[in-house]
């Protein structure tokens, strides 16, 4: 078993946790026309979660994730409402 000393595998979970709801909200929008549902949640959660992250796993990430943020408002331009690509937004701001 491999031991982590301090919140290093934490990070590592928190990391997981916010690429895995970012990534699938990504693929969630990709080419699709109607939302069943509000998505206000989803958005909301990924927005804490990526204030959570440590700076330095933030400056690690910033190139991929700013490219998976822009798609998601690319993908989300006719179905994301304005406050929730603002709360994407402000993510990239984070960075």
């Known amino acids: 078993m491999i031991e982590y000393k301090g919140n290093k595998m934490n ?12 990534g699938s909200l990504e693929g969630y929008l990709f080419e699709r026309n ?13 927005n804490t979660m990526a204030r959570e992250l440590p700076s330095d796993i933030k ?3 910033k190139d991929e994730l700013n490219i998976v943020l822009d798609r998601i408002l690319e993908y989300g331009s006719d179905s994301l409402t304005k406050g929730q690509k603002e709360k994407i937004s402000d ?3 984070l960075l």
């Open 34 to 46: 109607e939302i069943k549902y509000s998505l206000d949640d989803w958005v909301n959660n990924i």
């Open 91 to 93: 993510i990239k701001k």
């Open 59 to 61: 400056d690690n990430i």
């Open 11 to 22: 990070n590592y979970l928190k990391l997981f946790k916010f690429a895995a709801k970012a």
